[in-house]
């Protein structure tokens, strides 16, 4: 079965700072794959989608960057972080039904 | 620009109590339409509903969709402390995208 892992759980970094957020799906090849963000727990923001390896869309101008160097790997970053990045990041896989996650509580300071 | 549009925000209710979510949708490239349950953490998925008028039920739980209506009401009977949960509402364009709604936030008491 496919599942889904994401880390970390939770980050607290100071404004300016880089990030990295990781995302690894098992159990299935060439999945799409998505990155979210959740802000005040409401309706879920789509960031950047990729269909395969190096090929990244992104939905919205941002602070932000994706990048997916291996099959089953999704990872979202940045340079410096803003305030404005705090949120709840999920990652997702799939195409008709997407499966999330357990997602990164991040808090920018 | 699509737009996905749920209510209402929120609701509250006494377990035992019925309710009906309501989510609409505006897209010119319709694929299929989505609803999640979000508790703490990831949301997991419910329906997921392609062709008008089929009504798809998972134990008190039931959607269905009106393509005519653009829209889409999720139901829940005997509501249970456990359905207390954001329900979200999404819509699939191409590339597997999924546009969210704002979310609906369910309380119910005991």
């Known amino acids: 079965s496919q599942t889904i892992h994401q880390w970390p759980a939770t980050l607290v970094q100071p404004v300016g700072s880089p990030l990295s957020l990781e995302c690894t799906v098992e159990?299935?090849?060439?999945?799409?794959l998505y990155w979210y963000r959740q802000a005040a727990g409401r309706g879920l923001q789509l960031l950047f989608y990729s269909v395969g390896i190096g090929q990244i869309s992104s939905e919205v101008p941002q602070n932000l960057s994706a990048s997916r160097p291996q099959d089953r790997q999704f990872i979202l970053s940045s340079k410096k972080l803003l305030l404005s990045d705090s949120g709840f990041y999920l990652c997702a896989w799939g195409q008709d039904e997407q499966f999330f996650g357990p997602g990164t509580r991040l808090t920018v300071l | 620009e699509d737009k996905v549009v749920q209510s209402p925000l929120s609701l509250v209710v006494h377990e035992g109590d019925t309710v009906t979510l309501n989510c609409s949708y505006e897209v010119t490239n319709f694929r299929s339409l989505l609803w999640y349950k979000q508790e703490k953490k990831a949301p997991t998925f419910l329906f997921m509903l392609?062709?008008?008028?089929i009504e798809k039920k998972s134990g008190r739980l039931s959607s269905i969709l009106d393509k005519k209506e653009l829209s889409s009401i999720l139901n829940i009977t005997a509501t249970q402390t456990g359905d207390s949960a954001i329900y979200l509402c999404?819509?699939?364009?191409?590339?597997?995208?999924?546009?969210f709604g704002q979310g609906t936030i369910l309380t119910v008491h005991p």
């Open positions: 159990g299935t090849s060439n999945p799409n």
């Open positions: 392609t062709s008008s008028g």
């Open positions: 999404s819509e699939r364009t191409s590339y597997g995208k999924l546009t």
